[in-house]
């Protein structure tokens, strides 16, 4: 059984929680279940590192341990990938892309960032009152960050939160998501016994306790919440974290629209539609699921959208033909399975899929069809495979329906005219676009959203910015 890393070191703990192979439904391994005082400890430990230690002032030595981390998880990639592939059930290929490969980069990215970035901007002197000033701006870490996972993506983002942080000087506790604490746990192992990060810098948990995450948004000693999940959960961290006015970054939730402009290759863009709700069995916040198509070519990109869905190849996720893995559990499959049925019920048409599929936690990709563009399964978030189909009248009525929402995390176009796509991508409130499949994910693009879809960046230099503070100082030239 894997343990939690405190204060540097790995210990267990009474109480354990299955981690499950959602392929199959069968218990991988036991993981230990944190509780509210090892939280507290946790805590502790990241306040002493960053109080009394030179973490976050020893830039050299910040690049040298995320160097060794890098190198660690390098050297144990293939380890980790198949834990991956059991434990979240990605699809093999996908581990090679955002599931493990990509968020491996980000480590080098932010070592290499660190190595150049002014953590000091002189602003010059200026005539005050008779007396010249002499002004710069030195960026310090922001302090003891909480960061809080997600099941989705778990290396990608446990790294994306550990690697900008631990660059700016900040000290961490880390908590996996329940549904995946044995990569968690593992990115835990590789710091503690692989990289020369001191104790107390890096804290990994893992817990099924509310108690417990609790003590990471109100603990007095935690100066910063990095949040990556449901926009209810962030609602009420925002809340919890209020009390103490901590800083908070929050990656919430989206329900992303994509496009097909008249002009399009149809072809094209339904077999990227469905290709992009199938991803990770739609398992992802970016993912585009409200698909907008002229209300004249309406039928024609449905027969092509169904026929994609069909060629999407559903199966063992250790398979490297396998596209469509399975839901991360029973209770994700039903609600999703719960979602359609309601859809279908106010008057919805199921064109293809809707089907639990067994043994594991499958759900065959889905599309429906007159659906309201108001409706639950319209602006709902469903993180399964289901693709709704909405037609728009103009350019005006598909950006009007595609800003119809409370996210605004992505979305995309499609046309022959790039000119056209990216005036028509401008006016969609979003923080990511992908222009006739354009790809933004990568470490050094900013990602993120407007609206309820989180505040904050993750990702480029802005990522690394989240966990800094800017302190201004002025003195009289003498």
Request: proline residues 5%; negative net charge; contains cysteine.
């Amino acid at each position: 059984m894997k343990r939690l890393l405190i204060d540097g070191a790995l210990v267990g703990t009474g109480n354990t929680f299955p981690s499950l192979n959602p392929a199959t439904g069968e218990v991988l391994d036991e993981a230990p279940d944190a509780t509210v005082a090892q939280t507290e400890a946790a805590v502790a430990a990241a306040r002493r590192a960053f109080d009394t230690t030179s973490w976050p002032t020893d830039v050299q030595f910040r690049i040298r341990c995320l160097d060794q981390l890098h190198q660690a998880l390098t050297e144990h990639l293939e380890e980790l990938r198949e834990l991956t592939i059991a434990e979240v059930g990605a699809p093999r290929m996908l581990t090679y892309g955002p599931q493990l490969d990509d968020p491996v980069k980000l480590v080098r990215y932010y070592a290499d960032l660190l190595r150049k970035y002014p953590l000091t901007e002189d602003l010059g002197e200026v005539e005050i009152r008779g007396q010249r000033h002499r002004r710069w701006v030195e960026k310090e870490a922001v302090g003891v960050v909480s960061a809080i996972t997600a099941y989705n993506y778990p290396n990608q983002l446990a790294l994306a939160k550990l690697a900008p942080s631990l660059a700016a000087g900040c000290t961490v506790v880390l908590k996996g998501a329940p549904d995946t604490p044995l990569t968690t746990l593992f990115l835990g192992e590789l710091i503690a016994e692989h990289t020369d990060i001191p104790p107390g810098v890096v804290n990994v948990l893992t817990s099924t306790s509310v108690e417990a995450a609790e003590v990471l948004t109100n603990h007095a000693g935690v100066d910063m919440v990095s949040f990556t999940g449901s926009t209810a959960t962030g609602r009420r961290i925002m809340e919890v974290a209020g009390r103490t006015v901590k800083k908070v970054f929050l990656e919430l939730g989206g329900k992303s629209a994509m496009i097909i402009l008249d002009d399009a290759d149809l072809t094209t863009a339904a077999m990227f539609a469905a290709g992009t709700v199938c991803s990770h069995s739609g398992q992802g916040c970016a993912l585009t699921t409200r698909l907008l198509v002229p209300r004249a070519q309406h039928d024609e990109i449905v027969e092509k959208v169904a026929a994609g869905l069909a060629r999407m190849r559903q199966g063992d996720p250790t398979d490297p033909k396998t596209f469509v893995g399975p839901l991360i559990s029973a209770k994700q499959r039903d609600k999703v399975d719960d979602m359609v049925r309601r859809a279908v019920a106010a008057g919805a048409k199921l064109v293809t899929g809707g089907t639990k599929v067994d043994p594991g936690f499958y759900f065959t990709p889905t599309l429906l069809t007159g659906v309201d563009p108001d409706s639950e399964i319209a602006q709902d978030e469903v993180f399964g495979p289901v693709l709704v189909v909405i037609p728009y009248d103009d350019d005006d009525d598909a950006v009007r329906i595609a800003n119809n929402s409370v996210y605004g995390l992505s979305g995309g176009i499609q046309s022959a005219d790039e000119e056209r796509a990216i005036a028509l991508a401008r006016r969609v409130r979003t923080g990511t676009f992908s222009i006739n499949g354009g790809n933004y994910f990568a470490a050094d693009v900013p990602f993120g959203g407007y609206k309820q879809s989180g505040i904050g960046r993750e990702s480029g230099v802005p990522g690394l910015e989240e966990f800094l503070e800017y302190k201004s100082f002025a003195a009289v030239v003498r």
